[in-house]
C-alpha cells in the first residue's frame, strides 16, 4: 500500500530540486557574466535568489513538521534530514553566486587581464559538480556521489594556481591590483561552490547508506561510531 | 544473563518460533518489536516458560539463565518466575490490599515477615515511585487504584521478590500517554537494578526507553541490534520496511 507519507516526502523532494535547478541557473548566469564579460538582467538573478530563499525556508518548515508529526525512522528520517541540510548548501550556493556577480561587475569596470586558463576551468568543473551532486541525489547513487569528492581536489588545485598567478601578476604590475583582487575573491567563490556541492554528496552518502563520510572520504563510519 | 539458542516453538502443529536466538545482555533494557502475529510474546513467555502453561506447546532449544537451560527438566520453576518475574499488557493486581500485593510475593518465598517484611513492601513501593501516593493508603483495595497505578504496583510485585529480570508484556497498552510516559520513565530507572526486556506494539516507545532491540517476523528474529542503530540505519530490508511503516 502506497503511504500519503511518500507523497509529503516527494513533495519535500521536488522543492529540493526546484531550488537545485535555480542554484545551478545562478552558477551559469554568473560564470557566463565572468568568461563572456557580460552582466545579467539583475531582475531575473535576484528572482532566483529570492525563490531559492523561501524555498529553503518551506523545505525546513516542512522537514519540522514531518519529523514532529509522522516521526520517521530509518531513511526516512535521513532524507528528511538531509533534505534540510542539502537546503543549506544550495542556498549558500545561491549567495556565492551573487558574491561572484557583484564583484564581476568591479572586475568589469576595467580592462581585462591576461587570460587566466584555471578560471573558466575551475568554473566548467563546479558547475559539473553541483549537477552531478544532484543527480546522485534523484538516483541515489552513491557511486556517483563518490565522484564528486574526488573533484574537490582539482577545485582546489585551480584555486592555488590562480591566487599564486595573481599574486605574481599584482606585484609586477600595482595597476592590476583592483581586477587580481576580485579574480582571487572569485576563486575563492568558486572553491566555496564546489566545498557545499562535496557537502551534498556526502549528505547524498549517508542518505543511502547511513555512512558519515565526512572529515575522513572513504573511511567507514556506522552509526553510533 | 538470559541466552535463547535456537529456540523453536510450536503450538499444536503451528510452528511460531523457527530457531531463534539472541542474548539478552545485563542491565538494559531489550525491546522485541514486529508485527502482531510474529511471535514476540512467544518470545518473551519463553523466558519464564510461561508457555509451559499453554496446552499443546512444545518447545526445543535452549534458553541459558546463568549459564543453565531453563527448560532442562530439573530446572526450579519457582527459582525461575521469581528469579524473571512478568508484567503484563493489562495490570492484574490481586484482590486485596495495596500492602497484601506487595507483600505476597515476599511471604510465599518466606523472605521476610513483621518489620522485615513492612520495608520490603515500603522499598518496592519506593522503586516504583508509589510510596509517595500510597504509603498512608497501604490498606486500600489495590483494585481501587487508576490503571497507572496498578500497573506500578504489579511492578512492585515483581520487585518485592528481588528478581534478576523484568518481563513486559505492552505493559503500556491500556494506559493513556500520561501514564505511558511516566510508566517508560521508571523503566529506564529500574534497569539500574533489573535487567528488562520488553514486548510492544509501539515503535516509538521502543527507540524510546531500549538500549537493544530485536525485530521479528513469522517466528524469525530478523535483526537485533543497538536500538540507535535498527532504527536509523536497520541493516535488513525487512526490518527497514516494518519500521518505515512500509510492511505489508
Known sequence: MKRHFDEELAQVKERLLRMGANAEKMIHLSAKDLLARTESDRAELERLEKDVNSLEMEIDDRVVKLIALRQPMATDLRFLMMASRIAGELERIADQSINIIETTHWYLSGPPLKPIMDLPLMAEIVQEMLRDCLDAFVRQDVGAAKRVLESDDKVDTCKKRIFDEMIATMEGDPQTVRRGVCIVLISRNLERIGDHATNIAEEVIYMVEARDVRHHHGEESKPGE | ?248
Not at chain 2, 518489536?33 to 496446552?55: A, H, Q, W, Y
Not at chain 2, 510465599?108 to 518489620?115: E, K, Q, R, V
Open chain 2, 1 to 248: 544473563m538470559l541466552e535463547a539458542r535456537n529456540l523453536k516453538l510450536w503450538y499444536g502443529d503451528f510452528m511460531a518460533l523457527n530457531g531463534v536466538s539472541m542474548s539478552i545482555i545485563p542491565n538494559a533494557i531489550t525491546a522485541i518489536i514486529g508485527p502482531s502475529g510474529c511471535g514476540k510474546s512467544t518470545l518473551l513467555r519463553c523466558f519464564n516458560r510461561m508457555n509451559d502453561l499453554v496446552e499443546g506447546s512444545r518447545t526445543e532449544g535452549e534458553i541459558l539463565f546463568e549459564g543453565k537451560n531453563i527448560y532442562e527438566r530439573r530446572f526450579d520453576m519457582t527459582e525461575l518466575r521469581k528469579r524473571v518475574g512478568m508484567v503484563f499488557q493489562r495490570p492484574n493486581p490481586f484482590p486485596l490490599t495495596v500492602f497484601d500485593n506487595v507483600a505476597y510475593g515476599p511471604r510465599i518465598h518466606g523472605l521476610a515477615t513483621g518489620d522485615a517484611l513492612r520495608e520490603t513492601v515500603k522499598k518496592a513501593l519506593q522503586s516504583t515511585l508509589l510510596w509517595d501516593e500510597l504509603g498512608d493508603k497501604l490498606e486500600a483495595p489495590a483494585l481501587s487504584l487508576s490503571a497507572e497505578q496498578q500497573q506500578r504496583l504489579c511492578i512492585s510485585r515483581l520487585v518485592a521478590v528481588e528478581p534478576d529480570v523484568l518481563l513486559m508484556d505492552e505493559p503500556c497498552s491500556a494506559l493513556d500517554p500520561m501514564a505511558t510516559q511516566n510508566i517508560e520513565e521508571l523503566m529506564l530507572e529500574l534497569k539500574k537494578r533489573f535487567t528488562i526486556v520488553i514486548v510492544t506494539h509501539n515503535m516509538q516507545q521502543a527507540a524510546r526507553v531500549s538500549d537493544f532491540t530485536g525485530f521479528m517476523l513469522l517466528g524469525d528474529l530478523v535483526e537485533f541490534g543497538e536500538t540507535q542503530q535498527v532504527f536509523t540505519a536497520p541493516r535488513q530490508r525487512k526490518t527497514e520496511e516494518y519500521i518505515t511503516g512500509r510492511y505489508g
